[in-house]
């Protein structure tokens, strides 16, 4: 069993993500779902919608929800979710190394996937200052 995955994002975010997500890794993942808001939305719509995703990708090992932007209506709905799901996690900030994190590491139990995904977005930030220029090399 694994622990599910609950994107919930602006819209399109979510979707773009997953699909790269799905290219780099080769597959599309199972376990994930993904509810991508738009901004007129009713709340209670969306928590409906939230726990109907919560409840299709929860196989007893709980869920973790990643949501884009603190304090916007994605991260506020999921923390709703949180108080009605008590076997769920709830990380901001969203971005592609924490998206892949999350999947590479989703066999581990609730909290040590979500302090990886929570790692993997933090290491996934990096200034990188101009210096000497060097040629560019697109190998992927």
Known sequence: MTVGIVLLTHCPLAGGLLRVAADLLGSYPDGVEILEVVNDTPCDILITEGLRCLAEVDQGEGVLILTDL???????VAKELLAQHPQARVLTGLNLPMLLRALNYAHLELDAVTEKACAGGREGVRLCAAATPSPVSCRG
């Open 70 to 76: 603190f304090g916007a209506t994605p991260a506020n």
